[in-house]
């Protein structure tokens, strides 16, 4: 792409997606420009990573073609109401979550295109998930090239407008639901000898094994999990244990929790 991209905000989810876009050559640094509140820490990320930072929202904004809202949800008014008029002909995306088409349509002047998507911090290494809300103002050709520039990222995916909180919700929140059972397991794995840093490859290792055994595959998760499971073996022995202590519904009520959580 040769379009220049201007980050609004450069917290972790800006920061993954710099780093993806730069990593998988999709972008160069003098095409990315940033500005963030806090100008010390822009300056930092800015030196580490080779991209401008700007010193107002206006400089990003007129620096660039396409526009990332990557700040607080709470922030997008107040933003808005500043860089609206500097829009003109533009593309804008948010990652904001919960801000989708509906609402930000409202508070958007006609001629500004705008798409919603939820990114989660895996694309930072190109394994991401990016989910893209099917109702949009994009042109065509804009959003194709638009997909294809979030597709190094990671897998790409539309979702309908009503399903967008809860797929933000597993793919966006999971990775960190995930990182503390790596941790848990990394803790068993200490108490019984191993050493801590060895004890997180295995289970880091694992987790990723198991994932991309399960999508080239195609099998379902259960089934892959019955084949793991001898009659009368270890596993079998760890599966009841787990489900006696609640796994299933813990996962399904950190869920409930978000959604609760993100509704207006």
Known sequence: ???????????NMAGAMVQGFLKAGA???????????SQDKLQLSAASLGFSPCETLADAVTASDIC???????????????ISPLLKGKLLLSVAVGWDYERFSPL?????????????????????????EAKHSLKAEERQEIMELFGCLGMVRELPSSLMGVGAAVTGCGPAFLYLISEAFADAAVKYGISRPLAYELVSQMIAGSAKLQMSTGKHPGQLKDEVCSPGGTTILGVD??????LRAACLQAIDAVMKGTRP
């Open 1 to 11: 792409m040769k379009k220049n991209i201007g980050f609004i905000g450069m917290g």
């Open 27 to 37: 972008l160069k640094p003098q095409q990315i420009f940033a500005y963030a509140p």
């Open 68 to 82: 990332i809202l990557c700040c607080k949800p709470q922030q997008i008014e107040s933003v808005l109401r500043e």
């Open 108 to 132: 958007l002047l006609p001629d500004t295109r705008f798409q919603y998507i939820m990114p989660n911090t895996p694309a930072m290494t190109g394994e991401g998930v990016l989910l893209f």
């Open 241 to 246: 244990a787990l489900e006696k202590a609640g």
